[in-house]
């Protein structure tokens, strides 16, 4: 399983998976995917070492005692994060402050609230049995390389140096973001806004430009036990 909440660097991670996997040039649309999202992933391909599958999710289900890679990103970067995405879908409220309350409270989405979210994933079974391995989306942005060498060991999947050295090259921002304007109107839902980007700038510590203080605060303070949890400072 690969799993995150929305808006914490997933499909980043899922296209240098897919390149090196799947042997395959990663792109945005809904054809011919090796790595598909939970609940339509009957005919995904095997392509892990001894015929695994890798599956994508935001959702907290058990999946039992599987390898899982959860992906985990700043509370207060995933808040602007998804609030462009929001805008994006023409699903935004009428103001960030109405947007951050209900995010707050784990409305913004059919997610929930992060923290629990995060709590869900680091409780579980996968988790239990060591078989749980987190990636904090900004060391992946630090040293894609290595974090992404990291994650291939855990599947089982020791590639050539090169190999992932050239899956990283092939996704970074600008790349990723060529993909985006290159892909068809059908790789995304229907009524999107094209011209508000779903590559979004890949910051890790933006929200300190973008976030007035008060809700930055209001932010740790709700999600203070669970951002310690995963190494956040919560103190800003």
Do not use: C
């Not at 999946?63 to 995405?85: C, F, K, N, Q, T």
């Not at 090259?169 to 779903?198: H, I, S």
């Amino acid at each position: 399983m690969l799993a995150s909440y929305p808006r914490s660097g997933t499909t980043w991670l899922r296209f240098m998976l897919t390149e090196v996997l799947a042997g395959q040039d990663a792109r945005f649309g809904p054809d011919d995917q090796p790595i598909i999202y939970v609940g339509g992933h009957a005919d995904a391909p095997e392509i892990l070492p001894g015929g695994g599958r890798l599956i994508f999710t935001h959702e907290t289900v058990p999946v039992g005692d599987r390898r899982a890679i959860y992906v985990v990103r700043d509370p207060r970067s995933v808040a602007l994060s998804e609030h462009r995405w929001l805008v994006r879908r023409g699903l935004a409220p009428a103001s960030f402050e109405r947007f951050l309350h209900e995010f707050l409270l784990g409305r913004s989405n059919p997610w929930g609230r992060w923290d629990a979210h995060v709590d869900k994933w680091l409780d579980g079974e996968a988790a239990r049995a060591h078989h749980l391995r987190v990636v904090r989306f900004e060391d992946l942005r630090e040293d894609p390389v290595t974090e992404l060498a990291g994650v291939l060991t855990f599947l089982g999947s020791r590639p050539e140096p090169s190999i992932v050295e050239h899956a990283v090259e092939n996704n970074t921002l600008d790349r990723m973001r060529e993909k985006e304007r290159k892909a068809p109107d059908r790789a995304f839902e229907r009524g999107v806004r094209r011209d508000v980007r779903f590559v979004q700038e890949g910051a890790t510590g933006g929200w300190r430009d973008e976030l007035s203080p008060a809700h930055a605060e209001d932010i740790v303070r709700t999600f203070r036990a669970a951002m310690l949890r995963v190494g956040y400072d919560a103190d800003g």
